[in-house]
């Protein structure tokens, strides 16, 4: 007898990424669609048979997604915005027109709007409900799903986003926040019991209804909206043919906050984050107990890092969840989606002395497994169990020397050190005269597509097919290129274009002690866009200088200011894998000290302008507004004063971030300060420049005049357009022209004339100045 086990969600791009491939096959027209439609199946298909092998119990189906699971909901609940249904495309191109905007015969239209999903590095996309919006059950692609698996032999547990979860991330067709309505409320929970219903019909044991907004902080009402939505849909549960059984899956957090109304509405399983939420969760349980006939799904399995359970901690937080209730599956504590697909195939991680201590997708299965088996048995077999031999050894004694260089330096550190000289506004007045830039400067974020070629010469040199010397040519023929170019369109502050990087963390990783790397650990960031964090194994330091070569290379080539580009701390330490056995607090600073000595070096080869990326800095705070300062944002900030408090007064200091949602922090990320910040602010609404004037925010600002996730090409009226909407908020001598993010994922069709209508709009405003 063992206990059951539970998956939330599986990676779905498969091991080599087959989705991805035949996803962007068919946008560049050299495969139709029936072949994209054959590789979602026979993904599906293997991805269920291993965790049916893997001896899993509760197997998820319509965690599959073409691009996001966030869409299909959007799509399966009929909120499709006019625009998109009128282009009169097929299903499926109508799904990438929403996820990545459509420009061809049937007309032009942007994406919808794309955030990160709760604290990954996942992206959704936003639902879009306006007046003429009709929820209700429209789709079948949950119900397909599931058949299809039980054609297969396996009867699958469907997975859907709640309503709950669902509400609360859709947004008006401004951006705005929606107060549903009574008939909105109504409307929804209807399309919810009509999906039970049919999954009732159709057999189904369970449906995991994905709540993880509930880990998030409760405003008044959310809490009777929560409860109005599933009064109306608990019922649907019986239907015609059978009894299905509703689990409410939570994670990323806790719900200490409203486990008791859970309770009063009696659901059939509720799934607990006992990882990121473990003591709030624990608390809660022993507090609240559950409701009789409430199955827990513990989710003890993390679903975010990549490091081995530790069994024995595990087992511990097992123990102490039954003590409430006997009534307990093993599961993981949130999907799978965010970890890389399996470890096997890493040969270039020592297989006795480093893999045995990762865990992915397919290693988490065993996990459950091994832990539902030990989760049976008594104490005396636990003594003699083999496997919980084994992984206590992982866990005994130390895995890696401690650097004690890296320690003396950041026990050496002082108040100082945090605090860069003079105060902001006398800097922005020397870097006025320094670097005599016109109003309204031009620059872009950094990297410049990354075509074919760049990645081939990069393949090739990793493949020893070309030496280091031909490959370092061809990297400087692309940056004297891409500097004549931006100085034929007219860019105020140019950039080297970062041909030579792969990656924004990975490379900067592989120049610095204490980071492995893997092979093929892809991992979903947004649509068919996967990125492949490094792993931080021990102490962090710098092995040498990082970019120093080639932007100073790039500044020798023209007499303009060519801006540095690193990548910061925060960011650095966010999209990579973090260990666990130190505080994320000192993984930060001590990566912090090696960007410090990067940017220090460049100022030293003549770089002006440095721009110290923090585009994950948002993405990892605390989801609980409690959390916010003492969890995170006290040290991470003064992380990122550390790395550049000690250049010179003249050196202007830019940061980056992919989003806008910094309204409620804004104080805070005044208080890195920074000299410039660029952001996004195309795709999402323009509350922020309001937080940024109500602030009396210091920082020069950059906010995005156009989207750079969708290779729609803006006209210059429509920028144009643009820079009026931040003029009105903004004080024009503090604000920088540039577009939402880095370039490298678009084609230079697109990228030239996007750039060339920008620098034409900041021209033409500036003359109205
Ligand atoms: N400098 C980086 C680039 O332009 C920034 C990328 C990012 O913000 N994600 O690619
Ligand atoms: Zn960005």
Redesign the pocket.
């Known amino acids: 007898m063992s206990t059951s086990t539970s998956v939330i969600g599986f990676p779905r791009i498969g091991a080599q990424r087959e989705l991805k491939k035949a996803i962007e096959g068919y946008w560049k027209g050299k495969l139709d669609l029936d072949s994209v439609r054959e590789t979602a199946r026979s993904l599906r298909s293997e991805h269920w048979n291993l965790q049916k092998e893997a001896g899993i119990d509760l197997i998820p189906s319509n965690d599959f997604s073409y691009y996001d699971q966030m869409l299909d909901t959007a799509i399966l609940l009929n909120v499709v915005p006019r625009r998109y249904a009128a282009l009169g495309l097929g299903p499926e191109d109508t799904l990438f027109a929403m996820g990545r905007g459509y420009q061809g015969d049937q007309g032009d239209v942007t994406a919808l709007p794309m955030k990160k999903w709760f604290t990954t590095n996942y992206h959704y996309l936003v639902p879009e409900i306006d007046a003429d919006t009709h929820v209700e059950l429209a789709g079948s692609k949950p119900f397909d799903e599931y058949q299809e698996a039980k054609d297969q032999g396996i009867a699958t547990k469907p997975v859907v986003i709640g309503p709950y979860t669902f509400l609360k991330l859709a947004r008006g067709p401004e951006g705005e926040r929606i107060e549903p309505g009574q008939d909105l409320v109504s409307a929804l929970s209807k399309a919810y019991a009509d999906i039970i219903r049919r999954f009732a019909d159709l057999g189904a044991d369970w449906v995991q209804l994905d709540e993880p907004y509930l880990v998030l902080d409760k405003e008044d009402g959310d809490l009777d909206l929560f409860r109005n939505l599933y009064r109306a849909i608990l019922p649907a549960r019986q239907g015609g043919e059978g009894y299905v059984r509703i689990l409410l899956q939570t994670y990323f957090g806790h719900v200490g906050d409203c486990l008791a109304c859970i309770n009063e509405l009696g659901f059939d399983g509720i799934g607990l984050d006992l990882v990121e939420g473990r003591d709030e969760n624990l608390a809660a349980l022993k507090e609240h107990g559950v409701k009789q006939g409430t199955t827990v799904f513990a989710g003890l399995v993390n679903g975010r890092n990549i490091w081995r359970n530790n069994y024995a901690v595990s087992l511990g937080i097992l123990d102490a969840v039954r003590q409430v209730t006997s009534d307990v599956v093993v599961s993981t504590a949130s999907s799978l989606l965010h970890v890389p697909f399996t470890v096997r195939n890493e040969e270039g991680l020592d297989a006795k002395t480093v893999r045995p201590h990762f865990a992915f997708a397919v290693e988490k299965l065993d996990e459950l497994h091994d832990l539902a088996i030990l989760a049976a048995v008594d104490d005396e077999e636990k003594k003699d169990s083999r496997v919980l031999a084994d992984n206590q050894r992982l866990f005994d004694g130390t895995r890696v020397e401690r650097d004690q260089a890296v320690s003396n330096r950041l026990d050496a550190l002082d108040e100082q050190d945090f605090v860069r000289q003079p105060a902001r506004a006398e800097r922005q007045r020397i870097q006025a005269e320094e670097l005599g830039l016109p109003d309204l400067p031009t620059t872009t ?3 410049f597509p990354q075509t074919a070629e760049v990645r081939s010469y990069r393949a090739r040199l990793r493949k020893k097919e070309i030496s280091q010397e031909e490959y370092d040519g061809f990297i400087a023929s692309q940056i004297d290129q891409v500097i004549d170019h931006q100085e034929r369109i007219g860019l105020d502050v140019l950039v080297h274009g ?1 041909f030579e990087r792969n990656d ?1 963390v990975e490379y900067f990783g592989q120049n610095l002690n204490g980071y492995l790397f893997t092979k093929n650990a892809w991992v979903q960031s947004y649509g068919t866009r996967c990125v492949k964090p490094p792993i931080v194994w021990g102490d962090v330091s710098r092995a040498r200088p990082i970019t120093v070569r080639w932007s100073s290379y790039a500044q020798s080539r023209t007499k303009h200011v060519v801006k540095g ?1 690193l990548t910061g701390p925060v960011t650095i330490l966010n999209w990579s894998w973090p260990r666990e056995d130190i505080t994320h607090e000192e993984q930060t600073r001590q990566l912090a000290l090696a960007i410090r000595d990067e940017v220090l070096d460049l100022e030293a080869a003549g770089i002006k302008v440095i ?1 110290i ?1 923090e ?1 994950a800095l948002r993405e990892k705070l605390p989801l609980r507004r409690s959390d916010w300062h003492t969890g995170y944002l006290d040290w991470a900030v003064p992380a990122f004063r550390l790395v550049h408090s000690a250049v010179k007064p003249t050196t202007q200091i830019h940061t ?1 971030m ?1 989003y806008s949602e910094f309204n409620d922090i804004i104080k805070d990320i005044d208080a890195m300060d920074a000299d410039v910040i660029s952001f996004e602010a195309s795709r999402s609404d323009l509350t922020v420049l309001d937080a940024i004037q109500e602030a009396h925010f210091e920082t020069e600002a950059g906010p995005g005049v156009y989207d750079i996730h969708s290779p729609r090409i803006p006209s210059e009226e429509e920028i144009v357009e643009r820079i009026h909407a931040i003029l009105d908020k903004l004080d024009a001598r503090k604000v920088w022209i540039n577009p939402d ?4 994922t678009r084609g230079n069709e697109e990228t030239w004339p996007s750039l060339e209508h920008m620098v034409a709009a900041a021209k033409l405003v500036r003359e109205e100045l």
């Open positions: 974020i950094g990297s970062e924004m580009m721009q990326d585009a980056h992919c993010c880095g370039l490298k």
